[in-house]
């Protein structure tokens, strides 16, 4: 029988010769590695111990139209702590929060609670993100190994707000989201230069003296169409204007018709590009360009061109609007502002009526009307050079209602955004031509080398020049006393214009919200710029004349100081601040009145109680320094008993020396129905001023123009 204990002693020797066979594999190992591909293994670490890091570019400034710096770069420089570097002593980290808190104020407390909450075995804490240069400096000169400096570059945007709509911003990555800085982003970022580095064991970079190096490109400047004291204009007097009426926001364009060229374009509320805050992201949104809206009556451009080159009016052809001022069409009540009684076209236009522009349009073909909006812009891209443009909506003829036309000619079921009304409204202004809008006029290298040069553009002929010469008058008469946009008038220059007052379309119907706007261009017979003010939900009017045309006229004649084109003897005359006349506000409820003065920037104060404006001092078109103060005196509608009934009397406002359109305003505030008798300015009423006439009867106003020369700075309103 076999010994168990021999089988044992065999496996134990074997297991031990196994156990014998590692270190001899491990020597042999070690010699071949060391002796025999030493050389070839030591040359492969190396080269996986080299690395690349990247060497910032600078990004491309951007320039407004006189090389003004609207846009640069700064250097921010951030510190973190290692505190795990070996040999490191106590006495050197307090050192290092030392010197930081003598630059930032902080305490050196405050640093040491940094690092101890930071987690265990952490390497990189950061004490300060942004430190001054002094203090970069100051930390440096220690030159102690457990500081980490970094430099970073930073987009800096100059005048804070001032056309930041327009400029856009970058985010962390310093890449553009918005405006300039996002449709031009790859010409503005340049390209990344290249250092090669050694990484050591633990992963830590040291330089290489001599090591190869690729130099950064910057990236290309961006020379702008905007003018920086235009731009500052417009933003100033689109801000009070919003402020003035109430409003939810504003819009404000001005652009050169010639050439395509943006001038000026600004939004408010805005926002600081240097300081994005999350609770100002909705301002951050360019109206101008990607608000879609119902344009209201500034689409009547489109009906008068295409009827008169189609030869379906003649600007004499009379209409007559209903007595009530209400037509039913197609069982939809179309109504005007106020009763218009009988019109000439041309009147149509710079009375702004509804009703006889839809029954002009209403002789149009479909495709005929629809095509001369398409050509005039609508319901495409204008093609400017910004990012996040909506190209508006218009839906093709064989989509229509019965009731789209002739809602369509009057600016609604037809949505655009305020940069193709512009544009639109430059090509009336540029003899027909419609021109591509455009910002950036010139890309320029590191060097100042010319490397793209915009050269503008005509996309099509949209309108003949005759039917221009025909058509200039109406919209000239726009901005006169009488017309819609007396509130937009600058003594002394021609301007050609349109108001604009559309409902909003809100949750699937109609509310009782408004945008009000006009849009204007001068001098008539070279327009030199186009401008647009646009209200959402002003509260003080919902008449584009009203709140919209005071902007664009404190924009116009505050411009016109800058252009030496323009007439210098005009601006001072405008700009002299002693004397204005006093608006007729006797008659008007208080609201109306104090929106009327906030408009002319009169001061008033009260006496009495009551909803109503009884009288004033000084009276209407009297003299006035521009401090002081109109006084008005208030009351209330005075009633009577008659036959047990009770009813309402007013005292008849005085309306001599007022516009017709600031007679109607007056009277109908006051509750009496108007029958006009010519046009022009009040010269004869009945009953006289001061009467008590019973309210929702009807008082004769008799009208007559008068010369230019007579009259001041605008003092009314219109639609």
Do not use: C
Request: no cysteine; proline share 5%; aromatic share 8%.
């Amino acid at each position: 029988m076999t010994d168990p204990s021999k089988f044992t002693k065999a496996r134990i020797l074997i297991v031990l010769g196994i156990i014998m066979l590692f270190p001899i594999a491990i020597a042999m190992q070690m010699v071949r590695i060391q002796a025999l591909e030493g050389s070839e293994l030591r040359n492969l670490w190396d080269a996986q111990a080299l690395d690349a890091i990247p060497i910032p570019a600078q990004r491309g400034r951007i320039l407004d139209t006189k090389g003004r710096i609207l846009v640069s770069n700064t250097t921010s420089y951030s510190i973190a702590v290692d505190p795990l570097v070996p040999n490191t002593r106590p006495e050197q980290i307090t050192s290092i929060l030392q010197t930081l808190s003598k630059h930032t104020g902080k305490s050196v407390d405050f640093y040491r609670q940094r690092i101890r909450q930071a987690p265990t075995g952490a390497r990189y804490i950061v004490l300060e993100r942004s430190i001054p240069r002094e203090a970069y400096v100051a930390i440096k000169d220690l030159r102690l190994r457990n500081t980490i400096l970094e430099e970073q570059y930073r987009r800096r945007y100059n005048y804070e707000s001032l056309a930041a709509h327009v400029l856009g911003y970058v985010n962390h990555q310093v890449s553009g989201q918005m405006g300039l800085e996002s449709s031009y982003n790859n010409m503005l970022r340049g390209r990344d230069g290249e250092q090669q580095v050694q990484r050591d064991r633990l992963g830590r970079i040291r330089s290489m003296v001599g090591a190869p190096r690729r130099q950064p490109v910057e990236g290309y400047t961006l020379k702008t169409t905007i003018d920086a004291h235009i731009q500052a204009i417009v933003e100033e007097e689109l801000h009070q204007g919003v402020v003035r009426s109430r409003s939810r926001y504003g819009t404000a364009i001005v652009i050169d018709p010639r050439t395509g060229a943006i001038k000026a374009m600004a939004n408010y509320p805005t926002f600081d590009p240097n300081v994005l805050r999350p609770e100002e992201a909705e301002f951050r949104r360019n109206y101008a360009i990607s608000d879609m809206i119902e344009p209201g009556s500034t689409f009547k451009l489109v009906t008068a061109v295409a009827a008169v080159e189609q030869r379906m009016v003649t600007l004499d052809e009379v209409f007559d609007t209903p007595e009530n001022g209400v037509r039913m069409i197609h069982g939809q009540a179309m109504r005007d502002h106020n009763p218009l009684g009988s019109l000439d076209f041309e009147n149509v236009i710079k009375k702004s009526s509804n009703i006889a522009t839809a029954e002009v349009a209403m002789r149009l073909p479909r495709e005929t009307f629809f095509q001369y909006a398409r050509n005039l812009g609508f319901g495409t891209h204008t093609g400017i050079d910004l990012s996040f443009e909506e190209t508006g909506r218009m839906q093709r003829p064989y989509q229509w209602s019965n009731v789209t036309l002739p809602w369509m000619s009057i600016g609604y079921e037809v949505q655009v955004t305020p940069l193709q009304m512009v544009m639109a409204y430059s090509a009336f202004a540029n003899n027909g031509n419609l021109m591509r809008p455009y910002i950036v006029d010139e890309i320029l290298d590191e060097y100042g080398n010319t490397v793209q040069k915009t050269r503008p553009t005509t996309i099509r002929r949209a309108i003949r020049p005759e039917t221009i010469r025909k058509l200039m008058p109406a919209f000239e008469g726009v901005v006169t006393e009488d017309g819609t946009a007396e509130f937009a008038r600058i003594e002394g220059i021609t301007i050609g214009g349109k108001t604009g007052t559309a409902q909003k379309f809100i949750d699937g119907r109609y509310q009782t919200r408004y945008r009000a706007s006009f849009i204007g261009f001068y001098p008539t017979d070279e327009p030199q710029y186009v401008v647009m003010v646009l209200l959402d939900e002003p509260r003080t009017s919902i008449y584009g004349g009203f709140v919209s045309g005071p902007i664009f006229r404190q924009i116009t004649s505050r411009i016109m100081g800058l252009d030496e084109n323009l007439q210098k003897e005009i601006v001072e005359e405008i700009d002299r601040p002693m004397l204005a006349r006093a608006p007729q506000v006797r008659g008007l409820s208080l609201e109306s009145a104090t929106g009327v003065l906030d408009q002319l920037r009169i001061r008033h104060e009260t006496e009495g109680n009551g909803t109503v404006v009884l009288a004033q001092s000084p009276a209407a078109g009297e003299e006035i320094t521009r401090g002081q103060r109109v006084k008005l005196t208030l009351g209330n509608h005075h009633p009577i008993i008659e036959e047990g009934q009770t009813r309402v009397r007013s005292e008849v406002p005085a309306l001599s020396g007022l516009s017709m359109r600031q007679a109607m305003m007056a009277l109908t505030e006051s509750g009496f129905e108007v029958q006009m008798i010519g046009s022009g300015t009040v010269y004869a009423q009945f009953p006289q001023a001061g009467a008590l006439y019973e309210t929702g009867r009807e008082v004769t106003i008799r009208g007559r123009a008068r010369s230019m020369n007579t009259l001041t700075t605008a003092t009314a309103g219109g639609r």
